[in-house]
């Protein structure tokens, strides 16, 4: 069987190449982290059949961080398999360095050099100067992908083994006399007149809030909530249908009950919620395929090590706005152990698509006004915190910089039907990945809300297990105003997956897939989950802050040890705690109209602010000139 390896710098196209040759839809995009494992697929492309592998980008065989070592450890464990070498033509020097490394160390290689319609190359004098097949490629085409596999499966080519290894000097020199037959336009490619508004000094933050900013108006505002309301009325209609059928065929109470207030009550809120997800998603996708969001990374990356982390750490925390778990697989991207786990750190903080439901119950329950405005300054108070987080986490680790290195595409316009599709993939595997944990979940639910501890069908809600159970924790969150049993079931649930909360809260006030009427529920005193204004910004903070589901605690624990996930996890929890204490004791405050103690209170926090600053300066003045200069470290008067 033909046995090919994919391999070559990030953001090359091999995972699109992947994509074309074996019919998948795996994710692509222009970081690092897309692709941190090998990817392992067979494929049956015209007379061609076998097995192909997809590895992390790298850039030389030298590895340094764990994901390019994934790379070099499968390809050399693999020796006998044919390798295709995925080179841009618009990064001929960078990317061929690569390609010159694996033929020395006895690779049968082949270049496919995609993306090279504005470059002019001579490939028969190319091939000939490297002594390497070199095929143009066109990733997104099946008809460039049949090409390319049967130069690389029918055509023999001997391999040169350089047993002297070559230096880096001398790889270089080849390339340099290589490149000669290479005539590149006279723009740099992946410059843009836009950028000079991207990364101005003054005004690259200001438009990147602004860009959020506007993300969210459509996904939270008239847009979202219109597609949200046709899918609940819709859901509402199908769940009716089926609670009629149920009438009609004499089911059994309890399994009607189980049926209708469990399975239906959980997956229906969920799924009403998807079109707001979609549209984030979508806009995302959007961002990512013209070229901004990589820009980001490169306007980030100063402000960023500032507080130890890079520019590659911003690529991880948007992925956490998908799902944390996912995004926590990504940090073995950055080569410093202790940047991964600063990025570790901050990644709960980038609320993820199940964490969205919740905002949007709570907003239209007590702020329907301002929903989408508070939940923007959710995402952005939830940043400025992991942002605090992560400075004060490498202050005390004292963590050194790094290089960072990305691939810098155009600012060009994908087609609406890529983009689409994209946005689609990652809410179907949304779906996928939550689907069979929220069905269980819901069963579980109804179990310990309907069942008595001898598992007799409970006449009350007092005689369930579950608020036997509730009320044991329930003192514990007294102090943030979330010792309602039912309340407090909602946020255990969530540790298992977040979107079990919303899910809890339905099952709990007997609502079945009508969003406005569970919204109504919870400011209703009469109903079994029942918020008040205080504790409803508890809830939501608690809901920000606390520890991501038990899926992304498990990653962190596979890939920085289990000590420091367990840390991660008592740490989230201590911190939404805490926060969430505050914000329920000035919410009351400020309620009941007793402004001066909060502005006094407020007045406080911050005298003791300056007098801690100051002490810091102080603390970091030069002896020699008492002050004068700016630090020790600059003072000519030792």
């Not at 090590?305 to 590659?312: C, F, Q, V, Y």
């Amino acid at each position: 069987m033909n046995s090919i390896i994919l391999i070559g710098n990030p953001n090359t196209g091999k995972t699109t190449l992947f994509n074309t040759i074996t019919g998948k839809n795996n994710r692509v995009g222009n970081w690092h982290g897309i692709t941190v494992a090998e990817a392992e697929s067979k494929f049956s492309l015209a007379e061609f059949s076998g097995q192909i592998v997809d590895l992390p980008g790298i850039y030389s065989l030298a590895s340094f961080s764990p994901e390019e070592k994934v790379a070099t450890d499968y390809l050399f464990s693999h020796k006998n398999s044919k390798v295709i070498c995925i080179c841009d033509a618009n990064s001929l020097r960078r990317n061929l360095l690569l390609a010159i490394e694996l033929k020395n160390a006895g690779f049968f290689v082949t270049i496919a050099m995609n993306m090279a319609k504005e470059v002019n190359i001579d490939y028969k004098k190319l091939q000939e100067l490297l002594q390497i097949k070199v095929v143009p490629i066109d990733a997104r085409k099946k008809q460039s992908a049949i090409c390319l596999l049967k130069e690389t499966i029918l055509v023999e080519q001997p391999t040169c083994h350089d047993k002297k290894s070559a230096t880096i000097e001398q790889i270089f020199g080849v390339i340099d006399h290589s490149l000669s037959v290479v005539n590149y336009p006279q723009k740099t490619y992946g410059t843009s007149k836009l950028d000079k508004f991207f990364y101005n000094k003054f005004l690259s933050v200001p438009i990147f809030l602004v860009i959020m900013l506007a993300i969210f108006w459509i996904t939270f505002g008239p847009v979202g909530s219109f597609l949200t309301g046709l899918v609940s009325n819709a859901f509402s209609f199908f769940s009716d249908r089926i609670n009629d059928g149920l009438i009609k065929i004499s089911i059994s109470p309890w399994a009607h009950s189980l049926i209708t207030g469990g399975i239906l009550s959980g997956v229906g809120v969920v799924v009403c919620f998807l079109p707001q997800i979609v549209l984030l998603n979508l806009c995302l996708s959007f961002l990512e395929d013209v070229g901004y969001l990589s820009r980001v990374a490169f306007m980030l990356d100063g402000r960023l090590k500032k507080i130890g982390l890079s520019g590659k750490s911003i690529m991880s925390i948007l992925l956490g706005l998908g799902c944390t778990a996912s995004a926590m697989l990504t940090i073995r991207a950055l080569d410093s152990p202790q940047k991964r786990k600063n990025t570790a750190l901050v990644l709960p903080f980038a609320s993820c698509n199940a964490k969205l439901p919740i905002y949007l119950l709570i907003c239209s329950a007590f702020f329907v006004k301002y929903k989408f405005l508070i939940v923007f300054g959710l995402y952005l108070f939830s940043i400025i915190l992991g942002v605090v987080v992560s400075y004060v986490a490498s202050k005390i680790s004292k963590s050194n910089s790094e290089h960072f290195i990305m691939e810098m595409p155009p600012i060009r316009w994908q087609s609406p039907k890529k983009t689409i599709k994209n946005a689609l993939f990652t809410c179907l595997d949304f779906l996928k990945r939550v689907g069979a944990s929220i069905i269980l979940c819901s069963v579980v639910i109804w179990v310990l809300s309907n069942l008595t501890f001898s598992f007799a069908y409970a006449s009350k809600t007092e005689d369930s297990i579950l608020y036997a159970l509730s009320h044991i924790l329930s003192p514990v969150f007294a102090p943030v105003g979330l010792n309602r049993p039912t309340i407090v079931v909602a946020l255990l649930t969530g540790m298992s997956a977040k979107e079990m909360v919303v899910a809890s809260l339905s099952i709990s006030n007997g609502i079945v897939g009508d969003l406005n009427a569970l919204a109504v529920s919870l400011s209703n005193p009469a109903s079994s989950a029942f918020f008040s204004p205080s504790s409803a910004i508890s809830f939501l903070m608690f809901v920000l802050l606390y520890s991501p589901c038990f899926s992304a605690i498990i990653v962190a624990g596979k890939e920085l040890g289990k000590k420091f996930a367990c840390f991660m996890f008592f740490f989230q929890f201590a911190l939404a705690y805490s926060i969430s204490m505050v914000a329920y004791f000035v919410s009351n405050l400020l309620i009941s109209g007793r402004w001066i103690e909060v502005l006094s209170i407020a007045f406080v926090l911050a005298l003791a602010m300056l007098v801690v600053i100051k002490y810091k300066r102080r603390k970091n003045l030069c002896k020699a000139c008492k002050g004068q200069c700016y630090g020790a470290v600059y003072c000519n008067r030792k």
